[in-house]
């Protein structure tokens, strides 16, 4: 119930293409949902986050859907940039404890 | 605005020794997170702090682990005796209270061998 299930473990796009990255969790107490990036040698960096009460967030090119009754959430790269190629981590917890479960990460290359 | 500062970046080890690692959270922020990050396990919580008080701790892995928060701008994370597999980086991150986003520090790569 604790876990966040993330796919795909790896993605490689060309420059301009939109990856995307699916998350989903169990436990229907969640109710923060952020995603991280992280460079290597880096620690993550939080990118956009969401809350159950919204479907879809978008943050420049970083679009976070979710869909509360399937408890999936996505994150979408418009026109992604080789400069975006990093591992991203989607995130779950419960606003009154603060732990985030983190899922696996995927590995994103955007080639030029 | 400093970030979250971890010391140190870098620490080689032989298995028994003490380790200590450290952590500086972002002035303002009450809460505190100890994370490891490995290939295998990926991102796990270990501990976290709230207004320096341990609030959960059972990530700790086990008795060889602790970690303590003495004032509101600093905590220690301690491995006592190291083993090699406790060779993972470990992160810090701290925020405004435990419901909101969570900033990490730059990490600190222990090897112990």
């Known amino acids: 119930q604790q876990q966040v299930k993330q796919s795909p473990q790896s993605l490689i796009v060309q420059k301009g293409g939109i990856p995307i990255i699916n998350c989903a969790y169990e436990?229907?107490?969640?109710?923060?949902f952020p995603w991280y990036q992280q460079f290597p040698g880096k620690g993550p960096a939080l990118l956009i986050a969401i809350r159950p009460d919204v479907s879809e967030k978008k943050e420049g090119r970083f679009t976070i859907s979710f869909n509360k009754s399937a408890k999936q959430f996505s994150l979408h790269i418009m026109d992604s940039q080789p400069g975006d190629s990093a591992t991203y981590f989607c995130?779950?917890?419960?606003?009154?404890?603060?732990?985030?479960?983190f899922g696996q990460g995927t590995t994103l290359q955007v080639k030029p | 605005d400093a970030g979250v500062i971890q010391s140190p970046r870098h620490e080689v080890t032989e298995m028994g020794q003490e380790v200590t690692l450290r952590c500086k959270p972002i002035s303002g922020h009450n809460s505190l997170f100890w994370y490891r990050q490995t290939m295998m396990r990926g991102l796990e919580l270990l501990i976290y702090?709230?207004?320096?008080?341990?609030?959960?701790d059972s990530g700790m892995p086990e008795d060889r682990f602790s970690a303590k928060m003495p004032n509101a701008s600093f905590s220690t994370l301690k491995i006592q005796p190291s083993e090699p597999r406790d060779s993972a980086v470990y992160f810090c991150a701290s925020s405004r209270d435990r419901a909101h986003e969570q900033y990490f520090g730059p990490g600190t790569r222990l090897t112990v061998t």
């Open positions: 702090f709230n207004n320096n008080v341990p609030i959960d």
């Open positions: 995130a779950a917890s419960h606003s009154n404890t603060g732990k985030l479960i």
């Open positions: 436990n229907t107490a969640f109710d923060y």
